[in-house]
């Protein structure tokens, strides 16, 4: 009997081997070098290994897949402009194990569905298209004409084109990712969820209404300036290692550094340039001068704590508040103050779960320091209250005046390489009019004003059988999304579910009545096309938008790029109807950038501007004080308390990545920053909670989540004391990712509430 779709969505409940170690104090050094170097020479042929080292990140080579963290301007490193985590990316997608018909014939999708996501990850790279019947239990072979046909079958026989869901993963590019709306759009839909949704989509709705612009404003350059950063709900050493080295300069230059975060991360304590041999010699650099172990969702009550003491401060002894750049470029200033005093500075410090004694450290250095930078991530953007966050953190950097120049502004850091160019060239369910009048005028045709489904809305209407196709560009969309069990049920509802990806992923045992998967091309592989090797580009953290261009011979012959994927499934599902000459695109890149020049603002003269070996920076208002939002300045916010509380032996949980991980993609067992070692079926927890539930480090037990009278449950993790704060536990996804309420999201942006999710623990 095949397995249900839940069965098949769900990490197994099963152990590895699991051992804890006190964790380090140190991040990189030596032990980057041998982890990275392992999984290279592990998984990576030998003959590619320089190939890829020597162009990884350089000017002229090939972007890493992996996070979007901005290369410099101008020095990079000989050595190679990468980390120990940008490595394993490589090494995870140009394995030197290929994926073949063969492997599906021997491998149901049931059996499949019982391996580890390490196991299904490390099966090689998918080298030829494959396509799964109805009722049938293994996938075949099916050329790339009639696997086109296919889908151009399904899309030409829905009653409606939103009958069918459009998602887009942060790793593709500029060029294919604007060919892929362009082609939603001219189906007649806007349904383009893609991974924004689930991690940044609240710093974007937060940045827009306050600053007008959904992007940070700062440069490389500004953290080196920096008089103070404060990183907050960050693990920078396993999500962003680069950004370690500029941290580092920030130190250097005399900088200070707060961290602020439930986690003692390791990399925020100390780090050891593996490229520095003198600091390997020494020991590193002490990077954070305070850490702030705030409680889970206890941010916005610490900054309206600093908030407090720091207006009680100017109405003290005045020049606290830049009140020069308060009144020139601002908006709402007394409102903010008015609200501001209705809170209790004590009732706040507790609510934030920091220490006085911590809180005046981390305050002095506030008070004290007026360029100042914020660097948040996902610890501050999965909540119901994300976006609140957001906007408190901007209320602090207005106060102060750090915004719009040298050394101070806005910094959220993206996930995956390309997040954020997607959104640039177009991939959004919400798109703006005047976006949308651009392409009526360029291209003859008028897309839908109506608004598209975001990931939530995706998987709620896919439940209700109002989609009946699912096509993925990339990712793990079953894993990475909240609620799997629903998720996965949703998926199955749908008639056709299509994944473009270089790997195996969970996602491709999660099927509609019919699937296919699509093999593409990896970054660090060359796209021959019709005019010669092609040349793509990507947009980093930063705004900077710079060429990617692959220097491997692809692993397989039947693998093509994502931009002939879109320009394929294009041409046989609009045909005569459509105004546009796809396979045209497909042939030249430049005829894209050309289009993309004319349609999004910032890409003036693109072609000619791409060949700048450091890329070029799109137009950012926040950088020079041009504010355009609907008040025309800079608008400050106000912002309530997180209205939420632990009853009985409730604990607030987050999920969160392990070191050998990125975003759902699993490069190993170990979480080494962390002490845990050849396992991911844990739960951090606070030891005095340990004792109030008579468990102990290695113990078995269950974990359970209900929100508005709806029970999830995940079964049969390790516990593992740790130094986080009392009531909170930690636990790693998409382990966990069932116990997320579908239902819980940020106000405003719908980003899922992953990191506050209220749990209680079975013993077994």
């Known amino acids: 009997m095949s397995k249900s779709p839940t069965d098949k969505g769900l990490t197994p409940e099963t152990f590895d081997n699991l051992k804890i170690k006190t964790p380090p104090t140190n991040s990189a050094g030596l032990g980057g070098i ?3 170097t392992s999984h290279v020479f592990k998984y990576i042929k030998p003959n590619n290994i320089f190939k890829i080292s020597t162009n990884l990140n ?13 290369d410099p301007d101008d020095e990079r490193s000989m050595l190679g402009e990468y980390c120990e985590n940008g490595l394993k990316a490589m090494a995870e997608e140009m394995q030197n194990t290929l994926i073949t018909r063969d492997f599906f014939a021997k491998h149901t999708i049931d059996d499949l569905s019982e391996w580890s996501d390490f196991e299904i990850g490390k099966s090689g790279r998918l080298a030829e298209p494959m396509f799964l019947a109805e009722g049938a239990a293994n996938y075949e072979p099916i050329s790339w004409e009639k696997a086109f046909e296919k889908v151009a079958a399904h899309l030409n026989a829905l009653d409606h084109p939103d009958e069918a869901v459009f998602y887009t993963s942060g790793r593709t590019t500029n060029e294919a990712a604007f060919l892929y709306q362009l082609f939603v759009r001219e189906l007649g839909t806007s349904n383009l969820p893609d991974c924004s949704n689930m991690c940044h989509e609240a710093s974007g709705s937060a940045l827009s209404e306050t600053l007008g612009i959904g992007k940070g404003s700062v440069t490389l350059k500004d953290l080196y300036k920096a008089d103070l950063v404060m990183v907050v709900g960050q693990n920078p050493a396993t999500n962003h ?3 370690l080295s500029a941290l580092e300069k920030t130190k250097k230059n005399g900088g200070k550094i707060i961290a602020i975060n439930p986690l003692p991360e390791a990399g925020l304590m ?8 003198i600091k390997m010699l020494t020991g590193g650099t002490k990077l954070s001068d305070v850490f702030v172990p705030v409680t889970i969702n206890g941010d916005v009550a610490f900054f309206k704590a600093i908030l407090l003491k720091l207006l009680a401060k100017e109405e003290e002894q005045g020049n606290v508040f830049d009140k020069a750049f308060i009144e020139t470029y601002t908006n709402g200033y007394d409102d903010f103050i008015s609200d501001l005093k209705n809170y209790n500075f004590e009732a706040c410090l507790k609510a934030s779960g920091v220490s006085k004694d911590v809180f005046d450290k981390a305050f002095e250095l506030i008070l004290n320091n007026d360029n100042i930078i914020i660097c948040w991530a996902m610890g501050l953007t999965q909540h119901e209250n994300a976006v609140d966050n957001i906007r408190e953190l901007v209320n602090l950097l207005l106060l102060k005046g750090s915004i719009g120049k040298e050394g101070a502004g806005t910094c959220p850091v993206r996930g995956h390489s390309n997040v954020q160019g997607d959104r640039t060239v177009g991939i959004w369910e919400a798109a703006p009019q005047a976006f949308l009048d651009k392409i009526e005028a360029k291209y003859g045709f008028k897309p839908t004003v109506k608004h598209g489904y975001s990931v ?7 439940y209700e059988n109002k989609v009946k196709v699912f096509f993925g560009m990339g990712g793990n969309f079953i894993s990475a999304v909240p609620d799997t069990a629903y998720a996965s049920q949703a998926m199955a509802n749908c008639n056709l579910t299509v994944h473009v990806s270089t790997k195996l992923n969970r996602s491709h045992l999660v099927t509609g009545k019919e699937a296919l998967i699509f093999p593409c091309l990896g970054r660090a592989e060359k796209d021959y096309q019709k005019t010669g090797v092609q040349t793509q580009s990507v947009e980093n953290s930063m705004g900077v938008v710079s060429s990617t261009k692959g220097v491997l011979e692809p692993c397989s012959n039947d693998l093509i790029s994502e931009v002939a994927v879109v320009c394929g499934i294009a041409n046989a599902t609009l045909g005569g109807r459509s105004k546009i000459n796809w396979l045209a695109y497909q042939d030249d890149y430049d005829l894209v950038r050309n289009d993309i020049a004319e349609v999004v603002d910032g890409f003036k003269d693109y072609n000619k501007k791409i060949k700048n070996p450091s890329g070029f920076y799109l137009p950012n208002g926040a950088r020079n004080r041009t504010f355009k939002t609907k008040t025309g300045r800079a608008n400050f916010s106000i912002n309530k308390l997180p209205e939420w509380q632990l009853k009985g032996d ?4 987050m999920t969160i990545r392990s070191h050998d991980q990125f975003n759902t993609t699993i490069y190993g067992l170990d979480d080494r920053y962390r002490g845990v070692f050849n396992e991911r079926r844990i739960i951090f927890m606070n030891r005095e909670d340990m004792k109030l539930r008579n468990l102990k480090d290695y113990d078995v037990v269950n ?9 999830r449950r995940a079964n049969k993790f390790k516990v593992v004391g740790f130094d986080i704060p009392k009531n909170c536990c930690a636990t790693y996804f998409p382990e966990t990712n069932v116990l997320v309420p579908l239902d819980s999201f940020a106000h405003t942006a719908k980003t899922p509430a992953s990191k506050s999710v209220i749990i209680t623990i079975e013993n077994i």
Not at 650 to 653: G, H, R, V, Y
């Open 34 to 36: 041998v982890a990275a």
């Open 58 to 70: 350089q000017r002229g080579g090939f972007d890493c897949p992996g996070c979007a963290w901005p």
């Open 456 to 462: 939530i809305e995706a998987i709620k209407a896919m």
């Open 241 to 243: 290692p680069r950004m």
């Open 703 to 711: 974990l359970k989540s209900e929100f508005k009278g709806v029970i």
């Open 650 to 653: 409730e604990l607030i949980m």
């Open 270 to 277: 100390k780090f050891t340039d593996p490229q520095n041999p």
